[in-house]
């Protein structure tokens, strides 16, 4: 048969719209660009904004996140040669948020503060032990590691305050207070068993959207009236954290600022925790308001 009998190649339907997609959201630019008649400005935000989004999915990793860099890199790739087309010559890196440790977005301050708090906790516990203690210790220990990975991936400098975390909490007062409201005292848990229930019936009818999927919930090592801390969300914001594990919710505004999606302090915790565990690995987080 002569080539002009021969049937078009057809594009399968998936083809067609990833293409779209990157073409209509990433390269909808009008240029100006001598080169490539490429809006050099445009291309060089497109590449920021990919940047910053893969840099948050390295800090924050979820099940997804390794799909979502990988798409996002070929963004990026294209993007590049675009750029170079252009003769686009700009330093473009990931834009870290005000305050933040340039290469993934934490705030150092948060995470040195929710570490030194977690030390100083282990430090009570081990200079006062009980029976339980042994158990607290290690699911603490859990945490500081999780807070450290976060600190070297954030670039934190120091050691956080790790140095001076046992020798008394001098924000609190004394080491046998801050010891007592990181929740280590087994006369202190019978009285605030009201308030898990009580955080159950405001948080039970409350909905909103759900976010930081796939985070872990810890505590904050603050006293005072139930409250979270959050890198996330602003302070003042409704924030319902349940624990998927006991089924268990609170409904608490953010009182202060951490390097997590989401950590409760002492009294929070409380309301929702399972016996003798420090740390929420199946929690749901959802903004109320």
Do not use: Y
Not at 37 to 49: F, K, S, V
Not at 107 to 136: H, V, W, Y
């Amino acid at each position: 048969m002569g080539a002009r009998h021969r049937k078009p190649a057809m594009i399968g339907a998936g083809a067609v719209l990833a293409v779209a997609a990157v073409a209509g959201g990433i390269f909808a630019f009008s240029g100006t660009n001598s080169n490539a008649a490429e809006d050099c400005g445009g291309l060089d935000t497109a590449l920021q904004n990919n940047l910053t989004f893969i840099a948050g999915q390295q800090a924050n990793p979820d099940a997804q996140s390794d799909a979502r860099i990988a798409n996002r890199q070929a963004v990026v790739n294209l993007i590049n040669q675009r750029r170079a087309a252009a003769g686009c010559g700009n330093n473009v890196q990931a834009k870290p948020e005000a305050g933040q440790a340039a290469t993934s977005g934490e705030d150092c301050g948060g995470l040195d503060k929710a570490l030194q708090n977690n030390l100083t906790f282990i430090a009570g516990q081990k200079s006062a032990p009980d029976s339980q203690s042994e158990a607290r210790i290690a699911n603490r220990q859990a945490v500081v590691d999780l807070i450290q990975q976060r600190r070297k991936a954030a670039g934190c400098k120091g050691d956080g305050g790790a140095a001076n975390a046992g020798q008394g909490n001098a924000n609190q007062g004394n080491a046998g207070q801050g010891n007592n409201n990181a929740g280590q005292a087994p006369a202190q848990q019978p009285t605030k068993q009201p308030d898990a229930n009580q955080g159950n019936n405001n948080g039970g009818g409350a909905t909103g959207q759900q976010v930081c999927n796939g985070s872990t919930v810890t505590l904050s090592g603050e006293g005072g009236e139930p409250a979270a801390s959050s890198g996330t969300f602003p302070i003042g914001t409704t924030l319902k954290v349940t624990n998927l594990d006991n089924n268990k919710s609170t409904t608490v505004k953010v009182a202060s600022v951490s390097g997590s999606c989401a950590l409760l302090n002492n009294a929070a915790f409380e309301q929702v925790r399972e016996p003798g565990k420090f740390l929420i690995r199946n929690a749901r987080i959802e903004k109320i308001g």
